[in-house]
């Protein structure tokens, strides 16, 4: 079992940038892929980043392309979610995933992850 535990969420003014962590421990291997997803009240969790663990292939949602940045630190064994130009469309709670099996590539649906962590809230003020 692997464990996925989320840090630095918090409240932003809109226009501002926060960085999201997802630090992993236990069993992270095999690992295809990692990614964000994020849940606003009221509606259902959706696809935000992903990127393929080995090779470092990034793919975002296009709501947040260009303003969002996913990125991995393999000795860390970390993931994060950089976001900048924050608005208030993006307050929601914040969840990464990672992929223990191999679906194919550039996954994006939650039944593709199997492992997710607690959530982060991240809040933008307008």
């Known amino acids: 079992q692997v464990q996925l535990v989320e840090s630095g969420g918090g409240l932003v003014q809109a226009g501002g940038s926060l960085r999201l962590s997802c630090a992993a421990s236990?069993?992270?291997?095999?690992?295809?892929?990692a990614g964000w997803f994020r849940q606003a009240p009221g509606k259902d969790r959706e696809f935000v980043a992903g990127i393929t663990w080995n090779v470092g292939t990034t793919y975002h949602a296009d709501s947040v392309k260009g303003r969002f940045t996913i990125s991995r630190d393999n000795a860390k064994n970390t993931l994060y979610l950089q976001m900048n130009s924050l608005k208030a469309e993006d307050t929601a709670v914040y969840y990464c995933a990672q992929q223990s099996r191999s679906r194919g590539s550039l996954p994006r649906a939650i039944s593709e992850f199997d492992s997710w962590g607690q959530g982060t809230q991240v809040t933008v003020s307008s």
């Open positions: 236990g069993r992270t291997f095999p690992r295809f892929a």
